[in-house]
């Protein structure tokens, strides 16, 4: 198979600096660089989450890594707008889903997270998620984002709460701060 090969591996970053989409240069440490490579993270920890999942959480997993591909993609853009940008629609899927398991799974107080592997690992996305949520908000300080965005990545978290409220309610197994003694 002939064609032209390309690798990942360019050496280019070996001084600390990568290159944007939009393709400013920037420093790796940057609040940018640092906002989506915390998206990026809830991704691959979002992939590890759906195989211990049902397989309707599952599938709601793959779908927000899609459009986490397209949140990183925005913060990767600087002085240009992104080509597949978050959209309204993109936010509103995520409130009607935690509408939709907040009324399946009636809390009754505060939860203890961890009861069971799958609410375990999506409680470890969650934090991700909110952990990128205050990174992208620390660039929003300095850089202009996209309120659209910020809306995404606020639901998302709250998402990924019921959803892993959604798994331990199905396995009977939500445990209540009130029950811990």
Not at 110 to 115: M, R
């Amino acid at each position: 198979m002939g064609g032209i090969r390309l690798s990942i591996s360019t050496g280019t970053g070996d001084g600390g600096e990568t290159s944007l989409w939009s393709g400013e240069r920037i420093e790796k440490d940057s609040e940018r660089v640092e906002a989506y490579g915390t998206i990026d993270e809830l991704s691959s920890f979002l992939g590890e989450a759906k195989h211990f999942s049902r397989e309707e959480v599952a599938h709601h997993l793959v779908k927000i890594q899609r459009s986490l591909f397209k949140a990183a993609g925005q913060l990767a853009s600087k002085d240009i707008d992104y080509v597949e940008p978050i959209e309204e629609a993109d936010v509103q899927v995520l409130t009607d889903l935690v509408h939709r398991y907040e009324s399946e799974v009636k809390l009754e107080g505060f939860v203890i997270p961890g009861s069971t592997v799958a609410s375990s690992k999506l409680d470890i996305c969650r934090t991700v998620a909110r952990r990128a949520e205050r990174r992208v908000i620390a660039l929003s300080r300095t850089e202009k984002i996209d309120s659209v965005l910020l809306k995404y990545i606020n639901r998302l978290s709250d998402l990924l709460f019921m959803l892993a409220r959604y798994e331990e309610y199905k396995a009977g197994k939500i445990v209540y701060k009130r029950d811990v003694k």
